[in-house]
């Protein structure tokens, strides 16, 4: 039982094997598609067998071919790591499906990057050790890199894949010095043992910030942001939705795994510095959407801006606050990829991102414009969809923790919903302009499949979210025992 969590993390390694010895390009397209479709069967597989009242990590693995005495690390999955693997494994065929004519050169490389990505990304979601969990979140950087520099849509994609590398990178130095800290001060990285192990306050504020500076930057928070955009713009709509619907999760994902267990006392000291950051990343993202003309920096400042709720709701420190704040990440991996999607349907036909190209849409791109509608009421936390749970849970934390920066928060809705709104009437409705005359067609089939699973998942959510909690519960009640 336990080897079953080897299968999701070992087929996509085998299909970009075999897809490297394929030469037809229908072939490679194919073989990609049923590979990661296969990959999110065995996710599924996995949430079905996990235990929602067993607080310890499931279906462990030992890696004990590793040639090291003091080195053997784990693999596992609890209720924090469970929905982000099925969200990775959810979103990747989703991308490779949205790229079957977008994608013209070097298609049989295109797919090996991602399907390399996936096993990458559950490797991250699973390790229980710190240094393995280094070499993969890392690792990530590779593929991802790639699919900006050699894939992307403009003149300025190689600068943006090297914001995107050098930025991250440079942040999770600190982050390895202090992992060989950890390592020579009680002799492992292993996360189970470490969780019983108790640090100094000083040593924790230090470790707390070398931590803190690699996280941050994934988010991304203030002041750490720059790359985003940046990589957004340049990327293909693929990357874009890897970037959105997983990338930006794995920041937030390093608070709840390492630093809030590993160093309580400075996540605690240190809950009010994050306050402040997300408090400017919610307010400033916002205005800084309002005044884009690129759909693609719209969607992606309006990110910094969410994910602005999602560190607020963490570092509330309280189970409501935790568990809307994974909630309200796992949605903006459903809604933001759909709206780069969306971006990216309009780009395939008119070859332009600009925002004032578009006006009056809805007159021949009626179905375009129904899930543009939808997305975007997705996006502000209507009721009935995935983020208003979220939202709504992560604010009740923090003003149980903090009233006035709840209150200051809740500007951050006003906010999006006002360049939300201001988004899909310009681009929707009005006059249509005379440069979409020559009719090109409404959203083709493939695109109304995509679209329409992530607009079911966002109503699933938002209408039975018991079905996550129950799953994510025991392991957040567990992580606050830390604490308290």
Known sequence: MNNILLFPIITPILGSILIFFLRSQRTVKIVGIITTLFTLFLSIILWILFDNLFIYPQFVIKLTWIPLSNFQPKLGIDGLSLFFIILSTAILPICLMASLQGIKKQIKEFFICFLILESLLILVFSSLDLFLFY??????????????????????????????????????????????????????????????????????????????????????????????????????????????????????????????????????????????????????????????????????????????????????????????????????????????????????????????????????????????????????????????????????GVYQSNSSVAIIATTGIILGAAYALWLCNRIIFGVLKVRHVNYIGDITMREFVLLFILSLATVLIGIYPNLFFSAMHTSVSYLLTELY
Do not use: C
Request: zero cysteines; charged letters at 10%; a neutral charge.
């Open 135 to 396: 070499l993969f979140f890392e690792g990530v950087l590779i593929p991802m890199f790639l699919i900006i520099g050699v894939w992307g849509s403009r003149e300025r994609k190689i600068r943006a894949g090297y914001y995107f590398f050098l930025y991250t990178l440079i942040g999770s130095v600190l982050m390895l010095l202090g992992i060989i800290w950890i390592y020579f001060m009680t002799g492992t990285t292993d996360l189970i043992i470490l969780y019983q192990l108790k640090f100094t306050e000083f040593e924790q504020i230090l470790l707390w910030l070398a931590f803190f500076s690699s996280f941050a930057v994934k988010v991304p928070m203030i002041p750490f942001h720059i790359w985003l955009p940046e990589a957004h713009v340049e990327s293909p709509t693929a990357g874009s939705l890897m970037l959105a619907g997983v990338l930006l999760k794995l920041g937030t994902y390093g608070f709840l795994r390492f630093s809030i267990p590993l160093f309580p006392i400075a996540s605690i000291y240190f809950s009010p510095f994050i306050y402040t950051l997300s408090l400017i990343g919610i307010i400033y993202g916002s205005l800084t959407t309002l005044r884009q003309v690129d759909l693609k920096k719209i969607i992606a400042y309006s990110s910094v801006a969410h994910m602005g709720f999602v560190t607020l709701g963490i570092f509330a420190l309280n189970i409501q606050s935790i568990e809307g704040s994974i909630l309200l990440m796992i949605s903006h991996g459903i809604v933001s990829p759909a709206l780069f999607l969306l971006v990216g349907i309009l780009y395939d036909r008119y070859h332009s991102r600009l925002l004032y190209y578009y006006s009056g849409l809805v007159h021949i791109m009626p179905l375009f414009s129904v899930f543009f509608v939808f997305f975007t009421m997705a996006n502000i936390s209507l009721p009935g969809t995935s983020s208003f749970i979220g939202e709504f849970l992560s604010l009740l």
